[in-house]
């Protein structure tokens, strides 16, 4: 089992910043990717960016220059830095976990961004 402790969100103007961390306890060494979805209102939850246990990353198109993933393998947290925010980037941010041979699956409790136009 994998347990996450999402923080970071809140309410940020367009244009303006803001950086998610998720800190991974448990059975952390079969860690294979973590990183983060988000859902927003009437939407399918969606990939934001992941990084593998080699250190690759995976970002959505929408995020791409903007979205920095990044890992702290001594804190076992993650940290997603949001630049140039922009109103379409509103939801509800969710760190994910896959781990172990069976690829299982994980999930935090959700972090609200909400950028106002």
């Known amino acids: 089992q994998v347990q996450l402790v999402e923080s970071g969100g809140g309410l940020v103007q367009a244009g303006g910043s803001l950086r998610l961390s998720c800190a991974a306890s448990?059975?952390?060494?079969?860690?294979?990717?973590i990183g983060w979805y988000r859902q927003a209102p009437g939407k399918q939850r969606e990939l934001v960016a992941t990084?593998?246990?080699?250190?690759?990353?995976n970002y959505a198109e929408s995020v791409k220059g903007r979205f920095t993933l990044s890992r702290d393998n001594a804190k076992n947290t993650v940290y997603l830095q949001m630049n140039s925010l922009k109103s379409e980037d509103t939801a509800m941010y969710y760190c994910?976990?896959?781990?172990?041979?069976?690829?299982?699956?994980?999930w935090g409790q959700g972090t609200q961004v909400t950028v106002s136009s």
């Open positions: 448990g059975r952390t060494f079969s860690i294979n990717a």
């Open positions: 990084i593998n246990s080699p250190g690759g990353t």
């Open positions: 994910y976990v896959e781990s172990g041979l069976r690829r299982s699956t994980y």
